[in-house]
């Protein structure tokens, strides 16, 4: 599980960690690792060329003091600085010193296109959001190009604690040092940063637990096989979990047959197919395992494709009645303010449905995801799964919200969400807490995806078992 902190935290640590180390150690580490990482993706160094944009911090000097040793090697490079006369003294004239050739910003403009790499060391993780001037320019040109681009620390013009993606350098790579940033994990900021490389350059980590919560625990492959119920030789239906699935209608009657493909590919005992017998009939059709009659459930699954039912208030407090979790999609979610619901509630909006919920502009939710998705679990006292590009849960009473692994764009498709509440529903029905289930569900999702070609959601739900067989060998 990878822990990403806010850039309050990081500070704290970056200071702790200055005042008990001599002057310019921490730059020579960042800077020998920025160093390795630009020779890497150079390949080689006879012959190739390096543009340097570096700007008045400290990730200016460590971009110039790894530029000076790529010229020592035989790297031609070119240095410009961003804010004239502002820049880290000692590593200009180092790199100067090492045969970098300084720019103005019309040289450094034309020169990107010649360039084998740009170094972004514009801003850091203090810089304010979005750039203007020169750096804007040269980073529209780095993207019109196709250049790449390696960046320090974090792109210039993101804004390190948020999610938006503001006027910025696009990266191929962002060489970052001690932890990720949470610009670096959340979409759609996470995309202009590329490929993400975490050195470590013995930062006083300890600084941070003494601030409390990581802002972000980021699910990695290992936690779903950790955390994913596997039967053993005493298993029966039950102990593995019944679903009990109301969704679908005679609007929208896939909707049913989506989550019953979710909750059955995921490994659940049983699916009881329990809303109207259309659908009911549909999902029978599809998987002939699934139960209509009525019975025992460990779990529900509502909201699905209701569309507007005019008994959805009453239906949802009925299955609440149930001492057992429910999973709150879709149609259900506006009825939930008439009902009382526990922590192991799940609640699945998209970015639309939360701000409907709590009665913010969409825009808002995107560009804050982390501060809307903890407001909506404090507000309902329900955790709540936020769905889309980066999918977030957040446990009502916890500062720390956690993070599915990231899965590619395939899955932006009607029905992915009602295959979602199905996989969430066996998990929950498994015995899973509402945030694990949620995390294992969204994470399950994505590594099917990035390791098949675009298939429908019902499709993606029948290769769950193969991802299943990757993560949990022996099991």
């Given at each position: 599980m990878q822990l990403v902190h806010n850039v309050a935290s990081i500070r704290a640590a970056e200071e702790e960690?200055?005042?008990?180390?001599?002057?310019?150690?921490?730059?020579?580490?960042?800077?020998?690792?920025?160093?390795?990482?630009?020779l890497r993706d150079l390949g080689h160094t006879d012959g190739t060329c390096l543009l340097v944009l570096a700007g008045p911090g400290d990730n200016g000097g460590d971009a110039l003091w790894a530029a000076a040793r790529l010229a020592g090697r035989g790297v031609r490079v070119w240095a410009h600085q961003v804010v004239e006369g502002s820049v880290h003294q000692a590593?200009?004239?180092?790199?100067?010193?090492?045969?970098?050739?300084?720019?103005d910003l019309e040289a450094a403009l034309q020169l990107v296109e010649r360039a084998d790499r740009v170094v972004d060391g514009v801003y850091g993780i203090g810089g304010r959001p979005g750039l203007s001037g020169g750096a804007a320019a040269l980073a529209e040109a780095c993207e019109r190009t196709g250049t790449p681009v390696t960046s320090v620390d974090i792109p210039s013009g993101l804004a390190a604690d948020e999610a938006g993606d503001h006027t910025s350098f696009r990266a191929e790579r962002t060489v970052t040092f001690g932890c990720a940033k949470?610009?670096?994990?959340?979409?759609?900021?996470?995309?202009?940063?590329?490929?993400?490389?975490?050195?470590?350059?013995?930062?006083h980590w300890g600084a941070l637990a003494e601030l409390g919560e990581p802002l972000i625990r980021r699910w990695e492959a290992a936690d779903v096989a950790a955390h994913w119920p596997v039967p053993t030789v005493r298993s029966d239906k039950y102990s593995r979990g019944v679903v009990g699935i109301d969704a679908g209608s005679a609007t929208y009657p896939g909707a049913g047959v989506l989550v019953a493909h979710g909750a059955a590919y995921a490994g659940c005992g049983m699916v009881r197919s329990l809303g109207s017998p259309e659908v009911a009939r549909a999902v029978v059709q599809a998987i002939p395992s699934v139960v209509t009659a009525p019975g025992r459930v460990q779990a529900w699954v509502v909201g699905s494709g209701w569309g507007d039912r005019r008994d959805g208030a009453a239906r949802l407090a009925e299955v609440l009645e149930d001492d057992v979790p429910v999973l709150v999609d879709a149609d259900a979610l506006r009825h939930v303010d008439g009902v009382t619901l526990r922590p192991d509630c799940l609640l699945t909006p998209h970015a639309g449905e939360l701000a409907g919920m709590l009665g913010v502009q969409r825009s808002e939710v995107e560009a804050h995801p982390i501060e809307h998705v903890r407001m909506a679990a404090d507000r309902t006292q329900a955790t709540v799964l936020l769905k889309g590009a980066t999918q977030y849960v957040a446990t009502p009473g916890q500062w720390s919200v956690d993070v599915a692994v990231p899965g590619p764009g395939w899955t932006a498709q009607a029905g992915s969400g009602d295959?979602?509440?199905g996989v969430c529903g066996a998990l929950l029905a498994g015995g899973l807490p509402a945030a694990e289930a949620a995390m294992a569900a969204a994470s399950l999702q994505a590594l099917t995806a990035a390791a098949e070609p675009p298939l429908p959601p019902h499709a993606l739900a029948m290769r769950f078992g193969d991802t299943l067989r990757r993560l949990l060998p022996g099991r």
């Open positions: 960690a200055f005042a008990r180390t001599a002057e310019g150690e921490l730059m020579e580490r960042a800077s020998d690792a920025l160093a390795t990482s630009l590593a200009w004239q180092a790199c100067i010193g090492a045969g970098a050739v300084p720019v949470p610009c670096q994990v959340m979409q759609p900021a996470a995309d202009r940063c590329g490929q993400v490389d975490v050195v470590d350059i013995d930062l295959t979602l509440a």
